[in-house]
């Protein structure tokens, strides 16, 4: 499994719609797995960059809309999966630069998790503490600053 790239975009709704699934949450497990890949292929890599969104909040916003049947012309929803990636994009944007898919992915999908439990009335199991096993082949990650980082300064 690749550090960053493209493939994160389709499995953090993947991570997401499971969750949701296993949370009690009532959605095609299946045809909803076939619509975030289809959706979430189509991020590019470096979208995080080069168009300032990240596929980890974006990731949340495709679970958010197959579970709600969210769309372009939906009303009410359409406004709360946007306000759901806003504070994905939110808690990703306060730790900076450089890229880590892994770090993002587990910045956004606890406040995903919120917002699920929020709107939508499923609390999904979040653990309390995240710990990555991955930093130190990681050469864009933060190290300490990192809050998954064994070595994290608080």
Request: aromatic content about 8%; proline content about 7%; glycine content about 12%.
């Amino acid at each position: 499994m690749p550090f960053h790239g493209p493939v994160h975009h389709s499995l953090i709704p993947f991570a997401v719609l499971t969750a949701y699934r296993n949370s009690g949450g009532d959605i095609d497990l299946p045809l909803s797995m076939k619509r975030a890949h289809k959706r979430g292929s189509v991020i590019p890599a470096g979208a995080c960059g080069h168009w300032g969104a990240c596929g980890a909040a974006l990731g949340c916003g495709i679970a958010f809309s197959i579970i709600t049947g969210d769309g372009p012309l939906a009303g009410e929803v359409w406004r709360k999966n946007q306000t759901m990636v806003s504070r994905c994009l939110e808690e990703i944007a306060g730790y900076g630069g450089p890229i880590c898919c892994k770090r993002d992915a587990y910045l956004a999908i606890p406040v995903a998790a919120e917002f699920f439990r929020e709107y939508l009335g499923v609390e999904m199991d979040i653990p309390e503490k995240i710990k990555c096993h991955i930093s130190d082949r990681n050469s864009t990650c933060l190290k300490e600053a990192c809050p998954f980082n064994p070595g994290h300064k608080v």
